[in-house]
């Protein structure tokens, strides 16, 4: 966007998305882009054999030297609330220690985000919308799926149907067409998801269902694999078994939390991976407004979804779920440019919504000049053009 608003830009990717950066940069050159208008940079240790990308050089971040340089007139980042918030004070502390312009950060950061179905909604269509805003792109999408709010009175028949439809997920190599979920960004990540499931279930929260289980040889035995402590271990047992060889495969699966909105006191943050967290309300409006509050206390913003029949539910959840999109009716995955601009607030970032009107100005400085045309006495030849 900062390009096309004919700013020079740097990019840094994330650590482990190096080539796509230097690949992106190769299709703009090839389309005629000059050369000097973007460049990569990359930390030093992922720099070795990409090209159209520099380093550093110093091994340490590239991207906090870049925001601490007090070189850039504003800063885009997409990623987490705490990385964001970083980068903001970096360049305050740039803008005051080297007077430096205060640049402007542009942030679209995570969500608790949030579909709500009440016993009004179909069944199919609720599994279905929720399988795929939770499980789809290994729950790596910002507007992915994290909680589902569920009415009391469909919650069996939609649990079963989620048990079904995960079972028939097959977790594995993204570059064979029968993967329906590949591997997360790293084995670091897909660590972290395992340990927010460990924590969940020592607080009392219960796993429902997961795709590693009834899967058996479609993912290549790897349910029990789960369960390995060591990566090393995990990487040799899959290898030896002939599966995707990746420690960062991790199943999707979903957690009932305890106490209806009290459940909710257990999720700290996004957890960013295919884990969904069930909260039970007993099918009232008060209790769902209830509800819809605790989620609003977690501070973030950005998407939400309800799947009803029900008017008044929708002008509920409408009126009292806090977020940047809505969706209803429908999975929360995949906005249209323009038809559905997308961003949030609050802990979800800040800045105009991208794909919408306005987004690209925030790229842009303004000048606004103003003249007293009365200053030429009256003489149309002198406002004439020459």
């Known amino acids: 966007a900062a390009f096309v608003a004919g700013t020079p830009v740097v990019v840094k990717p994330h650590p482990a998305t190096p080539r796509c950066a230097a690949a992106l940069v190769d299709v703009l050159r090839c389309a005629g882009m000059p050369e000097d208008a973007m460049t990569v940079v990359l930390d030093e240790a992922t720099a070795g054999g990409v090209n159209n990308a520099v380093a550093p050089g110093s091994g340490s971040s590239a991207g906090a030297q870049l925001v601490g340089s007090g070189a850039f007139a504003g800063v885009s980042f997409v990623g987490s609330t705490q990385t964001a918030a970083a980068?903001?004070?970096?360049?305050?502390v740039a803008s005051m220690e080297k007077g430096a312009p205060l640049a402007r950060l542009v942030a679209e950061t995570g969500g608790l985000n949030v579909l709500v179905a009440d016993a009004s909604a179909l069944p199919e269509q609720v599994c279905d919308a929720v399988i795929a805003s939770f499980a789809g792109a290994a729950g790596q999408r910002c507007s992915s799926a994290r909680v589902l709010v569920l009415d009391r009175g469909c919650k069996t028949s939609v649990m079963r149907l989620l048990a079904g439809?995960?079972?028939?997920?097959?977790?594995?190599d993204p570059l064979d067409v029968a993967t329906d979920v590949g591997p997360l960004i790293s084995a670091a990540a897909a660590g972290k998801a395992r340990e927010h499931c460990a924590r969940l279930e020592a607080d009392g929260a219960t796993l429902a269902c997961s795709s590693a289980r009834g899967a058996g040889a479609d993912t290549g035995g790897l349910d029990e694999?789960?369960?390995v402590a060591s990566v090393e271990a995990l990487v040799a047992r899959r290898a030896e078994m002939g599966a995707y060889a990746s420690a960062a495969l991790f199943h999707p699966r979903v957690y009932e939390l305890p106490g209806g909105a009290a459940g909710l006191e257990l999720l700290a943050g996004e957890v960013f991976a295919p884990v969904l967290h069930v909260v039970e309300y007993d099918g009232s409006p008060e209790n769902l407004a209830e509800v819809l509050a605790a989620v609003n206390k977690k501070g973030f913003a950005l998407t939400g979804g309800v799947l009803?029949?029900?008017?008044?539910v929708k002008a509920l959840v409408k009126e009292r779920?806090?977020?940047g999109n809505l969706y209803m009716n429908r999975d929360i995955v995949g906005a249209v440019v323009e038809s559905q601009p997308f961003g949030g607030h609050g802990l979800s970032g800040n800045g105009t919504k991208a794909g919408g009107e306005g987004y690209l100005l925030q790229f842009v400085s303004h000048k606004v000049v103003s003249e007293d045309t009365t200053a030429s006495g009256g003489n149309m030849d002198l406002l004439r053009t020459t």
């Open 321 to 323: 779920l806090n977020c």
């Open 308 to 312: 009803t029949r029900c008017e008044s």
């Open 165 to 172: 439809g995960l079972a028939e997920l097959r977790v594995g």
């Open 225 to 227: 694999l789960d369960t």
């Open 87 to 92: 980068i903001n004070y970096s360049l305050a």
